[in-house]
């Protein structure tokens, strides 16, 4: 069962492709453990969560305890890689300004001494705060499941964590593939029969899986008949969450509530394709399984939390404000080599409310509102009108760090581009690399060009275009890195990244919000029915050098309704 499947030689040298040549991660493994020597601070954002230095993935045991949010994260201390993964550990009042504390699990038992994989918090009756994460046991990649307990529950940043020795709780059982058995979620109680429940995330040969786990005490689990979900042809499914969302109401919901008038939310991030995929529909104590509703799509032409770079992501419930917040973390697009340089890679989303949409047939995600305390001086426009070809630059904000909210309207969907039934419908990026922001078309394209040089050098442009379809209209959300740099790059990874909006067009409206940050667009297109995250490094256009523009390539004259923009300031303390 060697884990080395591919050796290859690059420009880099030895690189060691885990599970079967699927993404995972690459282990650079003569990389691991070299330190930055100096950071670069270009490209580094303003208020999005990054540590002063080196590698991070996945948000791990996010949770709010005690009036302190914590953040736990998989994080690199040696290197600008991935390796020595330990769960770092960061603390806040607001989610805003964060305090680094001490990596709160490392190696140093039988149980993980090989890696401490992601995981997530549950806080127990009686106010008790547990997590369940990952351990790697051998060089072959086994996978456990651990717990950790806080040292002192009357520290208010819950510095030291324990893993008791009691551990491993759960192994793999002959039925489970033990190198891809990991990611527990956070545990959910279902009320009646005092049993608690776990999924965690997996395969059986090519079949993506979430095996549920029951316990009466959480110390001994034992394994359900049935996975809570599974799917063919998906390959291994990473991260799953699993929690309910309120029909009508305006609140988020705690794991384990139980009531009417609710649905779940079934979350994996797919290994194969490194997007992360959801279904709505029920649940059943009883029956301990996870039906999708009828006509979710299962897999990968299914329903995103973002069209671009976005994966591992983790919800929580937070008391204080009765609402689910969403981590996600967004990898790099440049090379393992310009991390290195750099000295950091990846960074941590800022956090999104989840709810149902009213229409009951997908998520919306918005930005925290404290988000909102950062921003800066402020510009606005109002019924500007945008001919074809126009653009309007808005000036007096800093635009490589800024939050944008804009709504476009339009008087007639008459000039909309038939949608060429040969197209894929669910190859929404192929659709925006052929139909890019340059391209000609007749609603749309129109939106906003981020993080753009002077003369338009460099611009990562984020808009819609508007299709007819046989008995309805098509709404392209693009957010395209194609020209965001001049950086020569050949291969390099700068995706035309777009997912479809399903939104209603009676109004004649389309809008979107973006958090620009140095080196990533957050966007948000009607009302967060559509998101989409892109990572890119102009050279030209950065710190003042940025420009943000209003523009529209479409035949159809589109008006800005209303444009807000805010310069957006770095909290006080970040993670320091
Ligand atoms: C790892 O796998 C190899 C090949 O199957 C086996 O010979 C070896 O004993 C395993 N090592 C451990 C520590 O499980
Ligand atoms: C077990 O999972 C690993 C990692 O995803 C994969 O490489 C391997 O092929 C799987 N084994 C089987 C029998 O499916
Ligand atoms: C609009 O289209 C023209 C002509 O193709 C192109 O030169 C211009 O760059 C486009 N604008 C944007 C913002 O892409
Ligand atoms: C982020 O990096 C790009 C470029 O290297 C890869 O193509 C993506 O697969 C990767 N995304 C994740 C989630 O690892």
Redesign the pocket.
Known sequence: ??YILWVLIRCLGLIIIFNNGEASHKAYMHLQSTPAINVKQVHRTGYHFQPTKHWINDPNGPMYYNGIYHLFYQYNPKGAVWGNIVWAHSVSKDLINWKKLDPAIYPSKPFDQFGCWSGSATILPGNKPVILYTGII???N?QVQNYAIPADLSDPYLTKWIKPDNNPLIVADISVNKTAFRDPTTAWWSGDDGHWRISIGGRRRERGMSFLYRSRDFVHWIKAKHPLHSKGGTGNWECPDFFPVSVSGKNGLDTSFVGSGIKYVLKVSLDVTRYEYYTLGTYSNEKDRYVPDEGMIDGWNGLRYDYGNFYASKSFFDPSKNRRILWGWANESDSTNDDVKKGWAGIQLIPRTILLDPNGKQLLQWPIEEVETLRGKKVELSNRKLVKGEKVEIKGITAAQADVDVVFSFDSLDKAEPFDSNWDRYDAQKLCSQKGSTVEGGLGPFGILTLASENLEEYTPVFFRVFKAKDEHLVLMCSDATRSTLKEGNGAYRPSFAGFVDVDLTEKKLSLRSLIDNSVVESFGAGGKTCITSRVYPTLAIYGNAHLYAFNNGTQTIKIDSLNAWSMNKPLKMNQ
Request: proline share 0%; net charge neutral; charged share 35%.
């Open positions: 069962m060697g051998d060089k072959n086994t």
